[in-house]
Antibody, heavy 122, light 113 residues
Framework: EVQLLESGGGLVQPGGSLRLSCAASGFTFSSYAMNWVRQAPGKGLEWVSSIHGSSGITYYGDSVKGRITISRDNSKNTLYLEMNSLRADDTAVYYC???????????????WGQGTLVTVSS | DIVMTQSPDSLAASLGERATITCKSSQSVLSSSNNKNHLAWYQQKPGQPPKLLIYWASTRESGVPDRFSGSGSGTDFTLTISSLQAEDVAVYYCQQYYSLPLTFGGGTKVEIK
């Protein structure tokens, strides 16, 4: 059974930093691209970042580019999101999400974690 | 960026009625390399993460009831719930995975009348 367990969310002041983690199990972690998708309170879904499983190639949304770094440790089956210079509009539930492949159609997501809430406020 | 536009924003239908949600992309998501539409539908119930329902525009995910169906090609897509059940109350999102950035529609809230 695929499981994705996010951690690291919490309350942070504007300009602060946070590191999110996602522990994955139930599949061969290194064989799949992984994603972070966020959802502001009462709002829709926004793609944040993706990373390929084998190559480690990364992609970022424009709203977070330069402030966020996605990474993974395939030996630990763990996905990370390093967040810096946080702003109030970064407040959201951050979901770790597994892609269906690491190649063609890799942007398709088949499993989502329960999410971790990041609140940016003074 | 490919903009995904869903309609309606919300709908209410009676139990057993048909519910239809449309999704329009600002450019085609039909790939010439595999002749597939890179379009997915997700269901999100309150307090839960999204759940994959449909991918490649019309392929039902394993375990999804057959009252859910997807259709369309190019830029125009539809999610149909053939006979609305109480457990279908949720927000439904379309998503394109044809190109980066991955983008989602704004969501359609489905309720029981």
């Amino acid at each position: 059974e695929v499981q994705l367990l996010e951690s690291g969310g919490g309350l942070v002041q504007p300009g602060g930093s946070l590191r999110l983690s996602c522990a994955a199990s139930g599949f061969t972690f290194s064989s799949y691209a992984m994603n972070w998708v966020r959802q502001a309170p009462g709002k829709g879904l926004e793609w944040v970042s993706s990373i390929h499983g084998s190559s480690g190639i990364t992609y970022y949304g424009d709203s977070v580019k330069g402030r966020i770094t996605i990474s993974r440790d395939n030996s630990k089956n763990t996905l990370y999101l390093e967040m810096n210079s946080l702003r109030a509009d970064d407040t959201a539930v951050y979901y770790c999400a597994k892609a269906t492949s690491d190649s063609s159609g890799w942007g398709l997501i088949d499993y989502w974690g329960q999410g971790t809430l990041v609140t940016v406020s003074s | 960026d490919i903009v995904m536009t869903q309609s309606p924003d919300s709908l209410a239908a009676s139990l057993g009625e048909r519910a239809t949600i449309t999704c329009k992309s600002s450019q085609s998501v039909l790939s010439s390399s595999n002749n597939k539409n890179h379009l997915a539908w997700y269901q999100q119930k309150p307090g839960q993460p999204p759940k994959l329902l449909i991918y490649w525009a019309s392929t039902r995910e394993s375990g999804v009831p057959d009252r859910f169906s997807g259709s369309g090609s190019g830029t125009d897509f539809t999610l149909t719930i053939s006979s609305l059940q109480a457990e279908d109350v949720a927000v439904y999102y379309c998503q394109q995975y044809y190109s980066l950035p991955l983008t989602f529609g704004g969501g359609t809230k489905v309720e029981i009348k």
